[in-house]
């Protein structure tokens, strides 16, 4: 941690029903989790041809958060470790310049 800023580092923080956290683990009943590390992006067809751009992912106990960094390539959402935490399938939104796509992780399967 820099000199000069207060707080601490934890490998979890909790507030109530929330929990944030470096990497998405099991959840229990209840949480909702917003976690990084995998970074997803997705691909999508346009006029001007297929993009990919960082996006979110999400269903009701979790949603995975993009980088925009340009050191962080992301995971494609169709990729067997994002795909293993939304059994039940999720949401994606795809963020572009002037707008936000939102489909079915499913979708996304499909499309790739």
């Known amino acids: 941690m820099r000199r000069g800023w207060r707080g601490s580092r934890r ?4 507030d109530e029903a929330w929990v944030f956290r470096h990497q998405a683990e099991a ?7 917003f976690s990084g590390h995998f970074h997803p992006k997705a691909r999508i067809a346009t006029r001007a041809g297929s993009i990919a751009r960082p996006c979110f992912v999400t269903d009701q106990h979790r949603v995975l958060l993009p980088s925009f960094g340009a050191f962080t390539g992301g995971l494609e959402v169709t990729a067997a470790p994002i795909r293993a935490l939304f059994p039940r399938g999720g949401q994606v939104f795809l963020l572009s310049r002037e707008r936000v796509f939102a489909f079915p992780l499913a979708h996304a399967a499909k499309a790739a």
């Not at 959840?27 to 989790?33: H, I, N, R, S, W």
Request: hydrophobic share 25%; no cysteine.
């Open 11 to 14: 490998r979890t923080l909790r």
């Open 27 to 33: 959840l229990e009943t209840g949480q909702v989790e």
